[in-house]
């Protein structure tokens, strides 16, 4: 049974750092391309960043570009998020997400229940 | 940059109707376009790919149809359970992912 265990959310005041993870497990996580995807409260979904199964392709979304790093450890079967200079609209649940590569490649097969990052002073 | 549109943003309707929800693309996506179901506290859950590819696991009362840049989900017989907060996304040359601002539904 695919798996994914996010942990590290929690409460950090503006400016502040944080890192999560994300646990992956009944899967050969290697074969797998990983995202984090995000979700104000009240609000729709907003992917992050995507790196690829050997990390050599790495994309962000604008929002988080310069302030988040993400990164893997194959051998760990872990994915990782730093997040920097956090701010009030960073404030949300963050899921970890798998691409599928079945018919197409690119759908969000699998996904993790997701970690709350809350930024307030 | 394509951009979804879903319809109607919410739709409320009693258990055994059929339901259609709507996933508009401002360009092509060819098929490369996915649905999600979010119940209330849970994660997405994938349920269509590739336009109308059923994901492992759900059920046949979910169905999806569409290409280019007009999608629908169906769902034949609604049921209490279905009570979801229903995603598209679109997976064009990604990243980045683009998701749709959501169709709530709501089971009288």
């Known amino acids: 049974e695919v798996q994914l265990v996010e942990s590290g959310g929690g409460l950090v005041r503006p400016g502040g750092s944080l890192r999560l993870s994300c646990t992956a497990s009944g899967f050969t996580f290697s074969d797998f391309t990983m995202n984090w995807v995000r979700q104000a409260p009240g609000k729709g979904l907003e992917w992050v960043s995507s790196?690829?199964?050997?990390?050599?392709?790495?994309f962000y979304a604008d929002s988080v570009k310069g302030r988040f790093t993400i990164s893997r450890d194959n051998a760990k079967n872990s994915l990782f998020l730093e997040m920097n200079s956090l701010g009030v609209e960073d404030t949300a649940v963050y899921y970890c997400?798998?691409?599928?590569?079945?018919?197409?490649?690119?759908?969000?097969?699998?996904w993790g229940q997701g970690t709350l990052v809350s930024v307030s002073s | 940059e394509r951009v979804l549109t879903q319809s109607p943003a919410t739709l409320s309707v009693s258990p055994g109707e059929r339901v259609t929800l709507s996933c508009r693309a401002s360009?092509?996506?060819?098929?490369?376009l996915a649905w999600y179901q979010q119940k209330p506290g849970q994660a997405p859950r994938l349920l269509i790919y590739a336009a109308s590819t059923r994901a492992t696991g759900v059920p046949a009362r979910f169905s999806g149809s569409g290409s280019g840049a007009e999608f629908t989900l169906t769902i034949g017989s609604v049921q209490s359970e279905d009570c979801a907060v229903y995603y598209c996304q679109h997976y064009v040359n990604w990243p980045p992912y683009s998701f749709g601002p959501g169709t709530k539904l709501e089971i009288k």
């Open positions: 790196i690829s199964r050997s990390s050599d392709h790495i």
């Open positions: 360009q092509s996506v060819s098929s490369n």
């Open positions: 997400a798998r691409v599928g590569v079945v018919v197409t490649v690119g759908q969000l097969d699998y």
